[in-house]
């Protein structure tokens, strides 16, 4: 068996605008996620299936969390705009958590383990130590900048694989 693969850019970008329902801009190269930065991040765990080996990571930050979460509920982007400020209410962190079970599908290929998505971290929330340590390691990864349209905001999410 392989490892999990490292999606490529234009399918994550593919997989938000069918979640979201509306265009999404991304570029690579954005910055590394830190876990100290304000806001906080939201990070997603997975594991392969059935042995429980931490595999991927998906990191946004609270400014993409809060477009992703408000636009798949199709809720004003008003509202992304103000949880990218005070933080996400449990609705967009619901809507945010749905999104990134969904990026788990990016995660599977043919001959390489079943990925299954473990756990959601929001921001905050204390992470796991294997977890905190992957989030800034230099490991396969893409650093993207997104950008959801229609006002819902931007961000940056980070996707690892190891």
Do not use: C
């Not at 931490?54 to 930050?61: G, I, R, Y």
């Not at 958590?97 to 990026?103: L, S």
């Not at 992470?127 to 349209?149: F, G, Q």
Request: net charge negative.
């Amino acid at each position: 068996m392989s490892t999990t693969p490292l999606p490529n850019p234009q399918d994550v970008k593919e997989m938000l605008e069918m979640l979201l329902g509306r265009e999404v801009e991304i570029a690579t190269g954005a910055d590394m996620p830190s876990l100290t930065a304000e806001g906080g991040q939201v990070v997603g765990v997975f594991e392969t299936d059935p042995y429980r080996k931490l595999v991927a990571l998906w990191v946004s930050d609270l400014g993409l969390s809060a477009a992703i979460g408000a636009a798949i509920g199709l809720l004003p982007a008003a509202t992304a705009a103000e949880a990218a400020e005070l933080g996400l209410t449990s609705v967009l962190a619901e809507n945010v958590r749905e999104a990134v079970n969904v990026a788990g599908s990016l995660l599977n290929a043919e001959g390489s383990p079943h990925v299954v998505l473990k756990d959601v971290y929001l921001p905050g929330e204390r992470l796991p130590a294997d977890v905190a340590t992957l989030v800034s390691s230099y490991v396969p990864r893409h650093n993207l900048k997104v950008v959801v349209a229609n006002g819902y905001g931007e961000g940056v999410l980070s996707i690892v694989v190891r």
